[in-house]
């Protein structure tokens, strides 16, 4: 039986650790966390990766868990509403399968999904990696050292195994000139049921709080001069930047921002891209945001994780060789990744619009799109995203749920 050690228990990790596990691999994942991150911000679910959750078995489950949007009111940089607009809506389409749910909850069907059959290791590193001809030593903060055939980093834009197989994060980590802070508010700030969306050219807050009156969560987004130079472990740092960044804006953002310290779980990081020339070294590979991140802005980072991870264990269950594996993984997936980066260099970012002129076409286009939603012509927005999502090929020899396990 083959074994894979894979670091990382957010999307890629537990989507590869479940298909290398219908093939019948010994498979282990290994997490820095002490436990199961269960918080996080909505995400999607699209095209060719909503194809390979439904042959998890795992659809039905993910839209029962789905997250609905609330609609929001898009206001001008002098507070005025320009459009009330429900975000959900604007971005995907769910007559083509697309699906939003949070981080979290994927994150816990995911690892429901494997637990029975995936060894999880919380609370724990990798801290050194020693190739072989056989195999791949690998030492850990704290377990024994162990071999296993394969080493799968899963693990981040900021990735230890990438770290320690190719390089520092400098040498493939693309700053796109901006930064994106998300926490949950306090549930006294904001009523259920209501959502805002302020912006000015170069920085956006949003703000929103499902019916259910479930989390209320901000997203603050906004450009700067020399992205990387912010601790993101640094709260202190984070607000007195944020403060100064919002300080001429005219809405409720100071209140937003003043919630911060107290918050339990902040997100904040660069809007980066990870781009290599080869996602793997020997017996040791990459996938997801630790080899191929698109940033945040793409809204497909979630997407290409799991459409990744799904090609990447077909290859390695048809291969014997782990190298040949890689080497088909990365000529199927990189012109779909390529695409799907383009979409974070677009200039007509719902979310963060960089100059006045930017900002002026998006709230026209946002002015009009109720009535091209109305005429049933809002798709036409989402083309360049659509052709993205799909723009992937599955073979006859990717992996399926086998009988035993849909029974």
Not at 196 to 208: A, N
């Amino acid at each position: 039986m083959s074994s894979a050690l894979i670091s990382g228990a957010g999307v890629a990790g537990p989507v590869l650790a479940f298909w290398l596990a219908e093939a019948d691999w010994e498979v282990t994942v290994v997490e820095r966390a002490e436990r199961l991150r269960t918080s996080g911000y909505p995400i999607d679910i699209r095209g060719v990766a909503a194809e390979v959750v439904d042959r998890m078995g795992l659809s039905e489950r993910i839209q029962a868990h789905s997250y609905r949007h609330v609609p929001v009111e898009f206001l001008s940089p002098g507070g005025h509403r320009i459009a009330r607009l429900d975000l959900g809506r604007l971005v995907n389409d769910p007559r083509a399968g697309d699906i939003e749910i949070t981080r979290g909850a994927l994150t816990r069907i995911l690892y429901d999904a494997t637990a029975d059959r995936v060894d999880y290791v919380f609370g724990d590193t990798i801290t050194a990696l020693c190739a072989t001809d056989t195999g791949v030593d690998v030492t850990f903060a704290h377990r024994r050292r162990q071999t296993f055939d394969v080493v799968i980093g899963a693990d981040g834009i900021h990735s230890t195994v990438r770290a320690l197989a190719f390089g520092p994060e400098d040498r493939f980590l693309h700053h796109l000139g901006a930064y994106v802070a998300i926490w949950d508010l306090s549930t006294e700030m904001i009523s259920p049921a209501t959502g805002y969306v302020y912006s000015h050219p170069g920085r956006t807050v949003l703000v929103e709080r499902p019916a259910d009156g479930g989390d209320a969560r901000a997203i603050l987004t906004f450009t700067h001069p020399a992205p990387g130079t912010i601790n993101r472990h640094d709260i202190d740092e984070i607000v007195t930047e944020l403060r100064r960044v919002f300080a001429e804006d005219r809405w409720h953002t100071a209140e937003v921002i003043d919630s911060l310290p107290g918050a339990d779980d902040l997100f904040f990081d660069t809007v980066s891209q990870v781009r290599m020339d080869r996602w793997s070294s020997g017996r040791i590979g990459l996938v997801g945001d630790a080899a191929y991140a698109p940033a945040f802005l793409s809204g497909q980072g979630t997407s290409v994780a799991i459409a990744g991870a799904y090609v990447l264990a077909g290859e390695l269950a048809h291969h014997d060789d782990p190298q040949a594996a890689f080497e088909a993984y990365e000529q199927r997936m990189r012109e779909y990744v390529t695409r799907n980066q383009k979409l974070s260099l677009r200039t007509d970012s719902t979310v963060l619009s960089r100059t006045p002129v930017q900002l002026l076409r998006r709230n026209l286009t946002l002015s009009v799109l109720p009535w091209l939603q109305r005429l049933g012509l809002d798709g036409l927005l989402r083309t360049e995203r659509r052709a993205a999502a799909t723009d992937l090929s599955l073979s006859d020899h990717d992996l399926r749920r086998t009988l035993s396990r849909n029974a």
